[in-house]
């Protein structure tokens, strides 16, 4: 069995979640089956183009692999998180949603100039989180060499706004 079918096997459809008309696709039920959660990993690593310096985590379900890839790797884990949940300087990226705007903040002293790092998130929508995520590490100085989600949502064309910063995109599955 491929890796993309184990994913879409074990990834729990729930409909109408958050409004009506949406198809949620709950990854939780991954975190059941350690066997698979390793398997995840190493897929990551095996599309890595190059080793990055540093994994870049998106809030709140990009911290769960993306801490287990820089750990795997021996390389940093960078959180990025909303507005006014770090402790310490930030920067701040503040970017478009469907209705309104967010902002998310890392750390000033998260990255080094000249880095590659890696942006992992959960899920590829819109492309909108992980573009502001690319935003703050290149204010950094830093370079964004790829990004990895478990899953890819491919009608919402969220790669085509990842695309200007890397066509090194990794989505295990795809609906």
């Not at 958050?18 to 390793?38: A, E, S, V, W, Y």
């Not at 964004?144 to 890397?166: A, D, E, R």
């Amino acid at each position: 069995m491929s890796l993309e079918t184990e994913i879409k096997a074990a990834i729990r459809d729930v409909p109408d979640f958050p409004k009506p008309g949406i198809m949620f696709r709950d990854i939780t039920p991954i975190f059941h089956n350690q066997t698979l959660c390793n398997k995840i990993v190493d897929g990551f690593i095996s599309n890595f183009k190059t080793k990055p310096d540093a994994i870049v985590g998106i809030e709140s379900r990009g911290f769960l692999f993306g801490m287990l890839l820089a750990n795997k790797l021996n390389i940093p884990f960078v959180l990025v998180r909303k507005a006014g949940k770090l402790p310490f300087k930030t920067i701040k990226h503040e970017y478009e949603l469907e209705y309104g705007t967010a902002t998310i903040e890392m750390h000033i002293d998260s990255l080094q100039k000249g880095w590659n790092v890696m942006i992992h998130d959960d899920l590829l929508a819109t492309g909108g989180t992980a573009e502001a995520a690319a935003e703050l590490v290149k204010q950094q100085g830093a370079n964004v060499c790829g990004f990895s989600f478990v899953v890819g949502l491919t009608f919402l064309n969220g790669i085509q706004k990842l695309n200007k910063h890397t066509n090194n995109i990794t989505c295990l599955a795809q609906y």
